[in-house]
């Protein structure tokens, strides 16, 4: 992939589709259905997380924070050159963890109106204030990682 295709989104389908499926494992967990993917340059995956706050009874086991640990386990901390890619917008705690790994670029499929942080409500991963602004692809796959969300959480509203 070269770097002027990276901007578009149809350049990272294959990437959010495996994140999909990550986002099918927290699903069949019984949490919110939220994959990610940390790749190289190359596209090679070096981490990968699900949601499994439900899972481990831990409120930072965000997909993203899950799959930035797993990356950065393989080669340190700064994981420069790579992309991140998950199903929704993140939350204010994971922009915040793309910004401190220094993930150069941010993709995602389906924005959160209710707590994203990559533009619906705040714009962490942007703020000129921080030393590092990753660029942002958003509406990778959109309709599919949206609906996988609106699925569950409509399975979750029926009654028992």
């Not at 949490?31 to 340059?41: S, T």
């Not at 790994?101 to 703020?127: H, M, N, P, T």
Request: proline letters at 4%; a negative charge; hydrophobic letters at 45%.
């Amino acid at each position: 992939m070269t770097h002027s295709s990276a901007s578009r989104p149809e350049a990272w389908d294959d990437a959010m589709r495996v994140a999909l499926g990550e986002a099918r494992l927290a699903e069949s967990a019984g949490d919110v259905p939220v994959g990610c993917v940390v790749v190289d340059a190359d596209g090679q995956v070096l981490g990968r997380g699900h949601n499994a706050r439900e899972a481990t009874a831990d409120p930072t086991a965000h997909a993203e924070v899950l799959a930035i640990r797993q990356a950065a386990a393989r080669g340190g901390w700064r994981l420069d050159g790579c992309t991140l890619v998950v199903t929704l917008e993140p939350c204010t705690m994971c922009a915040g963890a793309v910004v401190l790994a220094r993930v150069d670029r941010l993709v995602f499929g389906a924005y959160d109106e209710k707590a994203g942080a990559v533009g619906s409500l705040w714009d962490v991963v942007r703020d000129r204030r921080l030393n590092h602004r990753p660029d942002v692809v958003s509406g990778v796959l959109a309709d599919e990682c949206a609906g996988l969300l609106r699925d569950f959480f409509t399975a979750q509203r029926r009654p028992r």
